[in-house]
């Protein structure tokens, strides 16, 4: 069963860095794209950033580009989410997702909590 566990949010002010951290178990995780989405109060979630299981490539929102940063370390099953010059539109729950074999993302963390204070 896959399961994926995300750590590193918190409360920080604008301007400020955070790292997020996506533990992955329950199969082969270089296999799989990973993928980070958020979700702002009263507000659809959506994507942030993606990358591939190999890790070679990366795509960002448009309002993260330059400044937030996704990678991966295949041999700790873990994927991460690099976040700097935060904003205070950045608060929001963020989501690592991860892709099944038909590319879709169908696996889902729990969420962690990213507020940013002006």
């Known amino acids: 069963q896959v399961q994926l566990v995300e750590s590193g949010g918190g409360l920080v002010q604008a301007g400020g860095s955070l790292r997020l951290s996506c533990a992955a178990s329950?199969?082969?995780?270089?296999?799989?794209?990973m993928a980070w989405f958020r979700q702002a109060p009263g507000k659809e979630r959506e994507f942030v950033a993606h990358?591939?299981?190999?890790?070679?490539?990366?795509r960002y929102a448009d309002s993260v580009k330059g400044r937030f940063t996704i990678s991966r370390d295949n041999a700790k099953n873990t994927a991460f989410l690099q976040m700097s010059s935060l904003k205070p539109e950045d608060t929001a729950v963020y989501y690592c997702?991860?892709?099944?074999?038909?590319?879709?993302?169908?696996?889902w963390g729990q969420g962690t909590q990213v507020t940013v204070s002006s």
């Open positions: 329950g199969r082969t995780f270089s296999s799989y794209a």
């Open positions: 997702a991860s892709t099944s074999v038909s590319g879709l993302y169908a696996y």
């Open positions: 990358i591939s299981g190999s890790g070679t490539s990366t």
